[in-house]
């Protein structure tokens, strides 16, 4: 199983970006698919997950009305739409997958990461 995340860079804070995380190796349908994001000296905070069909999705606060999740199953590719980003957005953004029915917000529950992409927003 391969996650390969990607769209990380360096923007201002007011910017937008756009996170894209390619699956392979799996069966992308079966998989709750979900981002997550660490700052230097920071646990892993949880970000925004989608189900499987892409029917729900939920966020983490901090990013609720800036950020979208969505996914593309043909192309078995999740992506995360950052709008409105802040210095306090800064870290490494992963992707992750999990195989159970129902979303979960703690990092352990996730089968497979990626090897993330980082994300600097400059005040």
């Known amino acids: 199983v391969q996650l390969q995340a990607s769209g990380g860079g360096l923007v201002q804070a007011g910017d937008s970006l756009r996170l894209t995380c390619a699956a392979s190796g799996l069966i992308f349908t079966s998989y709750i698919m979900a981002w997550f994001r660490q700052a230097p000296g920071k646990k892993r905070e949880f970000v925004a997950a989608?189900?499987?069909?892409?029917?729900?999705?939920e966020y983490g606060e901090s990013v609720k009305g800036r950020f979208t999740i969505s996914r593309e199953n043909a192309k078995k590719t999740v992506y995360l739409q950052m709008n409105s980003l802040k210095p306090d957005d800064s870290a490494v953004y992963y992707c992750?997958?999990?195989?159970?029915?129902?979303?979960?917000?703690?990092?352990?529950?996730?089968?497979?990461w990626g090897q993330g992409t980082l994300v600097t927003v400059s005040s």
């Open positions: 989608i189900t499987r069909s892409g029917a729900s999705v």
């Open positions: 992750a997958a999990r195989s159970k029915v129902l979303i979960a917000v703690t990092p352990g529950d996730y089968d497979y």
